[in-house]
């Protein structure tokens, strides 16, 4: 039922999700679409934001608004860090103020909690810090949504449970009465917001590259019509705990295939200079 994934990485691409929203612009160009507190949340979904007291605050006040004002069923399934204890989070405080439509699932120990490896990059095998707070897996919905977990799998709360056996999972919550909702007063901003699919009324798959061939405007052409045979470079330089780390990613539209590079820089030689170089010097190998 889970169809939606709100905040992906790149690592996202090729997942089995319809749609897939990124932070980054230019992931548009792989069928991600951008800024996913642009629209409505309508449907399901999944959320992992950036941990960020502002973003995950953002996101939980999204879902929580737009979950009341949609009319379609929907629920958003948040995988949130405890990091500074249940009464000092901001978005707990939030989710405390809504419980009709806020549930706290369960929690995933940190040491329970493990990255994937990013064994990717050529030359290297990235390695990741250590999880430093529990995962909390909360869902924020409505009480439409709740009905229709329940109607389509009764068992859904054993599945999600065995989907995640490191989890320590709350009591499984009954289906909603029909008690009256409390009403909640919705920020004029949010009763604006684009229906999610507004601007990709097509679902499509972020495993395929958008078909820009097929213009319906006339005036329009393509600047470059062979552009799936070029071959795309990008390189990156950033600061990871006082240390300046740089990388590469070539892709191939053709092949459908990204590639990441280690450029293999050691103290100052880490310039983006040398990430953009060794993009380009990969692609032309």
């Known amino acids: 039922m889970v169809t939606k994934d709100r905040t992906a990485s790149d690592s996202s691409f090729g997942s089995s999700f319809e749609e897939v929203w990124s932070k980054g612009k230019r992931d548009m160009v792989f069928g991600f679409n951008f800024d996913p507190l642009a629209t409505e949340f309508t449907g399901f979904s999944v959320c992992h934001p950036l941990y960020d007291d502002s973003v995950m605050l953002n996101m939980v006040r999204h879902a929580i608004y737009l979950s009341r004002s949609t009319e ?25 103020k809504y419980p ?10 940190r040491a329970s909690v493990t990255y994937r490896r990013q064994d990717f990059w050529i030359g290297n095998k990235a390695s990741t810090p250590a999880p430093e707070w529990d995962l909390e897996i909360i869902v924020i919905g409505k009480k439409e949504a709740q009905n229709m977990l329940f109607d389509q799998n009764p068992r859904w709360w054993a599945v999600l449970s065995d989907a995640i056996p ?6 499984c919550p009954h289906p909603p009465t029909q008690n009256a909702a409390k009403v909640i007063e919705i920020p004029r901003a949010f009763l604006k917001k684009l229906n999610d699919s507004a601007f990709t009324k097509n679902t499509r798959s972020i495993t395929t590259a958008p078909d820009f061939t097929a213009l319906t405007n006339k ?6 019509p062979d552009w799936r045979l070029w071959t795309y470079t990008d390189g990156i330089c950033l600061t990871y705990k006082s240390q300046q780390c ?18 293999g820089g050691v103290g100052i030689s880490n310039t983006i200079n040398r990430a953009e170089l060794t993009g380009i010097a990969f692609a032309l190998s």
């Open 246 to 263: 740089v990388g590469a990613g070539v892709f191939l539209p053709v092949k459908k295939t990204a590639i990441y590079i280690n450029s």
């Open 100 to 109: 009709e439509h806020c549930t706290i699932l369960g929690t995933i120990p």
């Open 72 to 96: 379609s069923a929907t629920a958003t399934f948040l995988l949130l860090p405890n990091w500074k204890g249940l009464n000092a989070n901001a978005y707990i405080q939030t989710l405390r």
């Open 166 to 171: 490191e989890a320590i999972f709350q009591p």
């Open 219 to 224: 005036n329009l052409r393509l600047e470059v």
